[in-house]
């Protein structure tokens, strides 16, 4: 199963997540989105010296959970100029998810300016849990 799929989208971008739980499918989510800011190198980037932060995030469904951590994922790496990583989910709800991240200081190769819920809707596949987010660039 792939992780997730990057999908061009005139002003905006697309990535299509996978899942075979729903634990899989948030941290592919993040994952996609790192990697479009960070770009692939940054998978390599050396982990030592990495740094450790904890985000909890609130939504009143499993959607809006989704898009409301990967916007407070966004606004820390935008705001501490990190690449996050390694994402370890600690309590996943369809409400609340509380999550430990590492993350490095790194160079930005693209801008995401939000995450929208226009039309997100975590769907199950033969495979577990597919689930499209829009971003705007």
């Given amino acids: 199963m792939i992780k997730y799929e990057i ?9 299509k997540s996978f ?5 899989g499918l948030f941290v592919h ?8 800011i960070y770009g692939t190198g940054a998978a390599i980037l ?7 932060k904890e985000i909890v995030s609130e939504g009143p469904d499993r959607e809006a959970l ?16 990190s690449y996050c990583f390694d994402f370890e989910i600690l309590l996943l709800t369809d409400k609340k998810i509380k999550t430990k991240m590492k993350y490095l200081s790194a160079k930005a ?6 995450v929208t819920q226009h039309k997100t809707k975590i769907e199950e596949i033969d495979e577990g849990l597919e689930v499209t987010v829009l971003y705007d660039i």
């Avoid at 999908?7 to 990535?15: E, M, R, T, Y």
């Avoid at 989510?29 to 479009?36: C, D, I, P």
């Avoid at 190769?109 to 939000?114: A, C, L, P, W």
Wanted: charged fraction near 30%; avoid cysteine.
């Fill in 46 to 52: 050396p982990k030592g010296g990495a740094k450790e």
């Fill in 109 to 114: 190769v693209e801008d995401i300016k939000g």
């Fill in 19 to 23: 899942g075979r739980t729903k634990v």
């Fill in 7 to 15: 999908i061009g989208h005139n002003a905006d971008l697309k990535i």
């Fill in 29 to 36: 989510s993040a994952e996609g989105m790192m990697e479009v």
């Fill in 66 to 81: 989704l898009i409301n951590w990967l916007s407070d994922i966004l606004a820390f790496s935008d705001t501490e100029d």
